[in-house]
């Protein structure tokens, strides 16, 4: 009788350790998940800005379109 009783502690610890292993997983997977979003919100407003200074009228003159050149040179290097 005490090697069943036994046997279903050490079942009952098994799947514990499993909860608590996929728990954790699934904890990280979130986290990383939040990360992801964030750098993701980040590059695409890093984009856009790029993306402003891309578009150029007319009245550009050399030096705003080497200033433009000069932002664009520093977003992309934060990305």
């Not at 009788?1 to 996929?22: F, P, S």
């Not at 939040?34 to 009245?59: F, P, W």
């Amino acid at each position: 009788m005490t090697d069943g009783i036994k046997e279903l502690q050490d079942l009952a610890k098994y799947y514990q350790n499993q909860a608590n292993y996929y728990h954790e997983k699934a904890t990280k997977w979130h986290k990383q998940s939040e990360h992801d979003d964030a750098e993701q919100s980040r590059l695409i407003d890093l984009m856009n800005k790029i993306y402003v200074l891309t578009d150029y009228g007319c009245e550009d003159t050399v030096d705003s379109l080497t200033n433009k050149l000069d932002q664009i040179r520093k977003l992309t290097k934060k990305a």
